[in-house]
């Protein structure tokens, strides 16, 4: 018998990887340029060509037992310190290859966290909409996740909702920007508003309240559009980043969790993250990975398709009169529904073979996320199945 927890989780759950896979059938059947298949955040872009360059040569140039043997658990020595390095350029921060610990990705970050800092019914707040497994990372670790609905016009955070989000239980707060599935780029002010509630909060308790600034869609930000380095405005911010979007490698599973001296008990941390790398499996990220990544530490996909396809989706839907927020990062698009349900509106778009996934599924109840990781050609062509699902609406049918 599987445990009680997890039949509980997966009841009622909207599973954005069904919604995909049904999209996939959808195209066997009518063929690929005929379904439009917004539901997953699967890059669309190449990674740029230094990865496989940078695999080959790791592969012909290190010790064969070294290269495929256990390193640390926190990861290889010189790609942290090659991490640090590149932080310490672009963010003007001061971190040594001590402050770095290699991961598979965010989602294991994010879990190696959940394991550091929380016991039962201890508290993470999220603002919402939010990631969907942030609550299976939380819940998986007898954690409870509070979110805290962003400003519905702005889908920035809010003040107000926020301040009442915490109590004497509250351990960290997850932020995440750019974000999933909004693609709203938390602005400077939004920051400044969250480390002045967190500042004040840590002194009513009377602990450290621990910002974890989950970062895996940094890179994609358009028009320079500026993203806040958290540090700079939040003395105990931990930052969680991955390579699966901003290297196109989501299938490799690399990325690292940040972690300044000056945070509230860093060398605890640090140990107690360690030991959790081992206790919840992962042992090490893979080895191979951090070497490439090494020789990749500045690259970046070319964002400008992204860019170019979230024009064409935002510019004619909001000509057709659909309500949304101008995205200006990751590769999300969240849309009103035209109706109050939006897995029916969902429904109603397939008939369009349109595939979205429910706002409900990021506690955004009332929108659709649109994942626009396509290619341009197919998010242009899909403009027509758009204008006819918003006739069906405006006539009533
Ligand atoms: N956090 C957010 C906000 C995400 O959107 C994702 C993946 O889509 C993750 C974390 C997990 O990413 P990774 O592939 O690095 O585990």
Redesign the pocket.
Known sequence: MVSKRMQASLEGSICIRDIFEEGKKLAAIYGKENIFNFSI?NPSVEPPAIVNAAMKEVLDSEDALTLHGYPANVGHPDVRQAVAKHLNKNFETSYTLDNIIMTS????A?AILCNTFLDPEDEVITFAPY?W?YKSYVESFYGKLVPALCDQKTLQPDEKTFEKAFSPRTKFVLI?TPN?PTGAVYTEASIRMVAKVMQQKELEYGHPIYLIS?E?YRNLAYNNIPVPYLTHYYRNTIVVY?Y?KALSI?GERI?YIAIESCVDDFAEIIATATASIRYLGYVNAPSLQQKMLKKCVDASVDISIYEKTRDILYDGLTAMGYECIHPDGAFYLFVKALEEDDTSFCNEAKKERIIMAPGSAFYGPGWVRISYCVPSELAKASLPAFQRLKERYDRGA
Not at 105 to 108: F, N, Q, R, T
């Open positions: 955040g990705g965010a989602a294991s994010i990631f497994e995440n999933n989950d895996p991955s699966s989501p990325g």
